[in-house]
Nanobody, 127 residues
C-alpha cells in the first residue's frame, strides 16, 4: 500500500480551514483502517483521527472533536481530513497511515500498529 499526500497543507491564520487529502495506491485498500497522525515541533507523533474500512465508523482525539472531519472515498481511493477552526496548536506535520489488522469499529490508533505511512504534509497555523 502506498500514499501520495502532497495536497492541502500550508499556512493559514487561526480560525481558518484546510483540507488534507491522500491518494491511496495498492491492492485491497478497503481492507485497511486509515488514520491521520501529526507531529508538532519537538513533540512525539500523535493520533488525530481514524476511519473504518467502510467509512461508517469514525474516531477522533478529543482536541480536534467538533473541528476536524475524517472521511474516505473508496471509489476514488482517497482519504481526507477537513480541518476547521484551526488553532496555532494544530501546527504540525500531518501523516496518513493504514492499519491492516484493527477492529471493525474505528478507535484510537497507535504508531506501532500502523502498517503503511504516507509522507507528511506541513500545516502551519499563525496566531
Amino acid at each position: 500500500l502506498r500514499f501520495s499526500c502532497r495536497r492541502g497543507g500550508g499556512l493559514v491564520q487561526a480560525g481558518g480551514s484546510l483540507r488534507l487529502s491522500c491518494a491511496v495506491f495498492g491492492r485491497n485498500q478497503r481492507s485497511y483502517i486509515i488514520g491521520w497522525f501529526r507531529q508538532a515541533p519537538g513533540k512525539e507523533r500523535e493520533f488525530v483521527a481514524a476511519v473504518s474500512r467502510s467509512g461508517a465508523s469514525i474516531h477522533y482525539v478529543d482536541s480536534v472533536k467538533g473541528r476536524f472531519t475524517i472521511s474516505r472515498d473508496n471509489a476514488e481511493n482517497t482519504v481526507y481530513l477537513q480541518m476547521n477552526s484551526l488553532k496555532p496548536e494544530d501546527t504540525a506535520v500531518y501523516y496518513c497511515a493504514a492499519d491492516r489488522d484493527g477492529p471493525a469499529a474505528a478507535g484510537s490508533l497507535y504508531l506501532n500498529e500502523m502498517d503503511y505511512w504516507g509522507e507528511g504534509t506541513l500545516v502551519t497555523v499563525s496566531s
